[in-house]
């Protein structure tokens, strides 16, 4: 193999383990790019990045092995507006998650998410599409 084809297959597999899960390029849009920059600031530090974790991690992954995913958007976004305080079921001295309405306005917070869901399946977008549809549009 020459130099130049070694070189191609090297970038080529390197490019490829740069783009997000579902093969779109999510940084395109300014507003998933925001909500990248956000997340790396905000949220990196408890729930993590792209890989790794469980659906059973607390604080929550939000990539595709977490449950993330299983909410709607109005859900979503009221958590990370309001928090989520101490609540039964949690193992004792597990973290709460603080709330975020006062740092991070109503476009950030939605920037987020639209970021987080570049790490899902394209099935679990669709299925959280759905949830969404269902839960939020009847006004809850």
Not at 59 to 69: K, M
Request: charged share 20%; proline share 7%; net charge negative.
């Amino acid at each position: 193999m020459t130099r130049a084809a070694v070189t191609a297959v090297l970038l080529t597999v390197v490019v490829a383990g740069c783009t997000p899960q579902d093969g779109t390029d999510g940084a395109a849009d300014p507003a998933v790019a925001r909500g990248e920059a956000i997340y790396q600031a905000s949220c990196m530090g408890c729930h993590g990045g792209a890989a790794g974790g469980t659906i059973s991690d607390i604080p929550p992954r939000h990539n595709a092995e977490g449950h993330t995913w299983h909410h709607a958007d109005c859900d979503l976004l009221d958590i990370i507006a309001d928090g989520l305080p101490d609540r039964p079921g949690l193992p004792e001295g597990a973290p709460t998650m603080p709330p975020f309405g006062t740092a991070l306005d109503t476009d950030d917070r939605q920037a987020v998410l639209e970021f987080i869901k570049t790490w899902w399946t394209d099935e679990q977008r669709e299925s959280q599409q759905r949830t969404t549809e269902q839960i939020c549009d009847l006004g809850r």
